[in-house]
């Protein structure tokens, strides 16, 4: 017993280490370094980006052997980002750092823009063909062909990371947050037995390893087809439920923009409750969320990209930059004003992280007592079921960097068994360490984006030039 608490203390410890504000200086500062020598590419060419991501989203497109278009490459890197952190995150945010929590979150989010455009434009850049011909790349790639094989043990241990974190972020966290969701949507209309919510937690379980090993099977094609399929419709139902709570409060609005930006630098002063909350909170929970939502400088995401048919990486970059301005600047801000609006500056229950309820309470509101419950049910469900199909490519690439493409299915058999367990199991303590092993991965990711910088403004220039002479 004595070591299970040393080891969880431990993993409190490194974890406020691995978040923490030197953490959070690199995290920033990468994407300022990135924004600067790049030329702002996420304001200046804002509008090339949207006509050529969002603007091209329903055109068909042909792709070549191993590879899938653009638009599905993003879909599926969106489906990982796009997840529990997007409601639950966010709202956990603001309960402990209060309103101005989000204006830092903008702030991460606006610079990891680019750091995103960077670390996908380098996947393109250094992916390989793997035995079965398709595409695959990521930070371990352009670790240790960018940056040689001095720096090969860095490649190894972002792999490590990774391959850890799917167990965690993308497979027992999201499958038991499904389960704890359907349950208390179920529970608004029938009560429900400690017994029946665990039977019904074992049913998802099933269900999710069945449909999810199924997909994995199909290879990347698959897994694109069903996130692009389930991407465009999650976001369309939360959006649109969020913009129904904005409305029916939008005379509101500006108080709650004024607690963001107030609370941003001051977070006592925009209620009782943020008494002995400094902005220090402030910004870690911001950041930190923020990043965890996006994943922007993780190296999770080139994942997926590297996978994208293009003839110049830049091309595929800029959906790196549209990924993290649909994920936090439009769904991460639907959250926030649901909350805000929704529940009331005032009236939020600070100091402690109590999750989606908080988003629920904020749709409550407007919708009553009972439909809330079904609508985050519905597109929480959606949101992590798609996280456990993208992260289980994650975890595929990296089983099959460190040890060869024959452990491959072994790694996918494991994968979806653990989401039988998972769903029934009491996660907090997964939670804390599937944050951890994220800030990990960041680590050996940004400094290979620091270190390759000049290969990426190499290419920015040359893109954008050659647009120019159009």
């Known amino acids: ?266 977070p006592a002063s925009v209620a009782g409750g943020l008494a002995g909350v400094g902005i220090k909170t402030a910004i870690t929970k911001g950041v930190g969320r923020g990043i965890f939502s996006n994943e922007a400088g993780l190296g999770s995401a080139p994942i997926a990209h590297a996978a994208a048919d293009v003839d110049h990486p830049v091309k595929q970059g800029i959906f790196g930059v549209f990924e993290v301005f649909m994920d936090t600047i439009v769904v991460c801000t639907m959250t926030a004003m649901v909350v805000l609006l929704g529940v009331g500056v005032q009236n939020i229950g600070y100091g402690s992280d109590i999750g989606a309820n908080l988003t629920i309470q904020g749709f409550t509101a407007v919708f009553g007592s009972k439909l809330p419950g079904v609508v985050v049910a519905i597109c929480l469900t959606l949101f992590a079921f798609s996280t456990v199909l993208t992260w289980a490519l994650y975890g595929t690439r990296c089983f099959e960097f460190l040890f060869g493409p024959k452990t491959v299915r072994i790694y996918q058999i494991i994968f979806c068994l653990m989401l039988i367990p998972g769903a029934v199991a009491k996660m907090q303590v997964a939670w804390d360490i599937a944050d951890t092993l994220n800030g990990l991965m960041a680590l050996p990711n940004l400094v290979a984006l620091l270190l390759l910088s000049p290969v990426v403004i190499k290419y920015t220039k040359e893109y954008f030039s050659a647009l120019k002479k159009k």
């Open 1 to 266: 017993m004595k070591i299970i608490e040393s080891l969880l203390s431990f993993e409190r410890w490194l974890n406020g280490v691995v978040w923490g504000i030197p953490a959070m200086i690199l995290i920033l500062g990468t994407g300022v370094y990135l924004s600067v020598r790049c030329g702002f590419p996420q304001f200046a060419r804002f509008g090339h980006i949207m006509k050529n991501t969002l603007g091209k989203a329903l055109q068909k497109q042909d792709t070549g052997k191993g590879a899938v278009s653009p638009f599905k490459a993003m879909c599926t890197a969106l489906a990982a980002s796009i997840g529990t952190g997007n409601i639950a995150g966010v709202s956990g945010a603001i309960a402990i750092g209060g309103p101005g929590a989000v204006f830092w979150m903008w702030i991460s989010a606006l610079l990891g823009m680019c750091t995103k455009f960077a670390e996908v434009t380098l996947a393109i850049v250094y992916r390989k063909r793997n035995e079965k011909g398709d595409w695959v790349g990521g930070p371990m790639y352009y670790i240790r062909d960018g940056l040689g094989k001095k720096f090969g043990w860095l490649a190894i241990l972002f792999t490590i990371f990774g391959g850890l974190a799917s167990f965690g972020i993308g497979n027992l966290t999201q499958i038991n947050t499904i389960a704890a969701t359907v349950n208390t949507a179920i529970g608004g209309f029938v009560p429900l037995t400690e017994q029946q919510q665990n039977v019904i937690a074992v049913i998802i379980g099933v269900l999710a390893a069945a449909i999810t090993f199924t997909v994995l099977i199909g290879g990347i094609s698959r897994i694109a087809d069903v996130c692009a399929l389930i991407v465009p419709v999650m976001a369309v139902i939360y959006v649109a439920a969020s913009l129904i709570v904005i409305l029916v409060n939008i005379t509101e609005i500006p108080a709650v923009f004024a607690a963001i930006f107030k609370g941003a630098f001051n």
